[in-house]
């Protein structure tokens, strides 16, 4: 019996599955391009060595497995050329180790006759055990892809029959504690209407396996289905969650997880996440190029276009019932239109008052919305400057109280030319004002953080401020650049500006005058530099 708690876990248990699932498909370049780096690297290992046809033949495996499951043309490339080379050779296992390899891919893209064909020249009387199990697996696979292309006709029964047939072929010959007879006890166990048991065995077998490889996305896909026939959704769900999450991890892109997870959130009304999801299978289906994930994504295309018309038909609902709202409102604004006509001809002079106070208002309301702004970038500029200016005030005070008590220590000890020149630098007023420059710039820059590239804008071309190269953005004003940003503050008396920056007056005056050169529209220059917004 299945409690309400273990339901509400499990839904919880699921949310998190989908957050790490979404995780995975926004970084979803970054994970392809992981893995074209690692072919890479193995096409990098060989380049310009003289392989033998054994190490050629390892290599065409080795990058045939590494493209299996990511890209069919590929892995089609490099079996192809083992097929090739190995038609007709008495190397019996290697032969039918490729052509069991090319079966799969020719299966998975639709060619069926194809794939039986080429597995029809395999004897596997003739083969080694491991390669029986491989060419009974790659039977059975091949069955139950022609049973997903032959759904509601008579030869579904035949062909899960068959799968049977080659399951229990490899039940007979494989380890009893390997991956291949464990899954194919448990899909044999399921068909024949056992399964709890066919859960049991695997479940038990899917710690054994490893997140984001083949086998683990291929398990736990096998226990969704087992669930979905059991009507436990929840687990269902879990273990689509599981296998697309594999999947995504390992840039595994002929999958089948995705599609399903997106219809179970369409059934479910969650049609923005179906969409986004069913979206990312058809991508990730055209990339790898199968031929029947792309029929089965196709047959959702009905489903969409249902959602689509019956939302598109409560949007014609909504849009009616808006527009006989407008009509209404539409009516009776021009009942007050005529009503105003009436009043406005009757006292011509009350009307011209309103016309007047209307326009007033409208000044007012524009005042209202500028001082508003000016109110709330003031706010910003009171907490930013605040905050670092009574830390620089803080710190400037800790400096001072730790100077006085060196210039007292030298006081106390008689140390007089050493108290001398210590009273005599300037180094604590020039680390001060360094200081102080340095919290005004990061103080500014912090609330307006595009103050440089909006300057540049009203300066020529030749006369542009430098800025950081890297993309990130400077934490630096330069003397120029400072006068400009306490003109933006509106402190625009040039002695005022030379106390604040400690210099002299006419060096102010110099740099205003230069920099009203550079500009534009030189008259307008410093209303322009006041205008710059905060963001």
Not at 32 to 50: F, L, P, S
Not at 80 to 104: I, W, Y
Not at 478 to 491: F, H, M, P
């Amino acid at each position: 019996m299945v409690y309400a708690t273990d339901i509400s876990a499990q839904r919880t248990s699921n949310q998190q599955l989908y957050q790490t699932l979404d995780s995975l498909i926004a970084n979803y370049d970054q994970l392809t391009a992981e893995k074209e780096h690692r072919v890479a690297d193995i096409k990098e290992g060989v380049k310009g060595i003289n392989l033998t046809p054994e190490q050629q033949y390892d290599l065409n495996q080795r990058l045939y497995d590494e493209y299996v499951a990511y890209k069919f043309d590929s892995a089609f490339f490099y079996i192809d050329k083992n097929v090739k080379a190995l038609s007709g050779s008495k190397d019996k296992d290697r032969f039918a180790s490729s052509a069991v390899r090319m079966a799969h891919i020719l299966a998975v893209t639709g060619l069926f006759d194809r794939a039986r064909r080429l597995l029809d020249q395999v004897n596997p009387d003739s083969i080694s055990d491991q390669q029986k199990i491989a060419y009974y697996n790659q039977q059975s696979e091949l069955n139950i892809y022609r049973t997903e292309m032959a759904q509601f006709t008579p030869y579904v029964h035949d062909y899960i029959q068959r799968a049977q047939y080659y399951r229990q072929l490899v039940i007979k010959i494989a380890p009893e504690d390997s991956y291949d007879h464990i899954f194919n006890q448990a899909t044999y166990t399921c068909e024949e209407g056992d399964i709890d048991q066919a859960i049991q065995m695997l479940e038990g077998y899917l710690p054994k396996l490893q997140e984001g490889t083949r086998s683990y996305s291929i398990v736990t896909s096998t226990l969704a289905f087992f669930y979905q026939a059991k009507q436990m959704y929840e687990q269902q769900e879990r273990y689509l969650l599981l296998s697309a999450i594999s999947d995504e991890r390992s840039a595994i892109r002929e999958n089948n997880s995705l599609r399903l997870l997106a219809e179970i959130l369409m059934a479910r009304g969650d049609n923005d996440n179906a969409y986004r999801y069913l979206y990312q299978a058809i991508s990730e289906a055209r990339f790898y190029g199968s031929r029947i994930r792309m029929m089965q994504v196709s047959h959702m295309a009905p489903q969409i276009l249902q959602l689509y018309d019956t939302e598109r038909a409560q949007t014609q609902r909504r849009t009616t019932l808006l527009l006989i709202v407008i009509s209404i409102i539409s009516l009776f604004l021009v009942g007050i239109f005529i009503y105003t006509l009436i009043l406005y001809r009757k006292k011509h002079a009350a009307g011209l008052q309103i016309i007047e106070m209307n326009k007033m208002l409208a000044k007012h309301t524009e005042e209202i919305e500028s001082v508003n702004t000016q109110m709330k970038e003031a706010n910003r500029i009171k907490e930013e400057y605040i905050g670092r200016f009574l830390e620089l005030n803080s710190m400037l005070l800790s400096d001072t109280e730790q100077r006085l008590k060196q210039l007292n220590r030298l006081a106390r000890e008689h140390k007089l030319e050493e108290l001398y020149a210590e009273l005599k630098t300037m180094e604590p007023v020039n680390k001060g004002i360094r200081t102080f420059h340095s919290h005004f710039d990061t103080a500014f820059l912090n609330i307006y953080p595009h103050f440089i590239s909006e300057v540049n804008k009203l300066l020529t071309d030749s006369n542009q401020f430098t800025i950081e190269s890297n993309a990130t953005p400077t934490k630096r004003l330069t003397t120029e650049l400072r006068i400009l940003a306490l003109i933006r503050l509106d402190i625009t008396d040039n002695q005022e500006i030379a106390d604040i920056l400690r210099s002299s007056i006419t060096t102010i005056y110099t740099y205003r005058s230069k920099l009203k050169s550079k500009a534009i529209n030189k008259d307008s220059f410093e209303d322009d530099v006041r205008r710059i917004a905060t963001y």
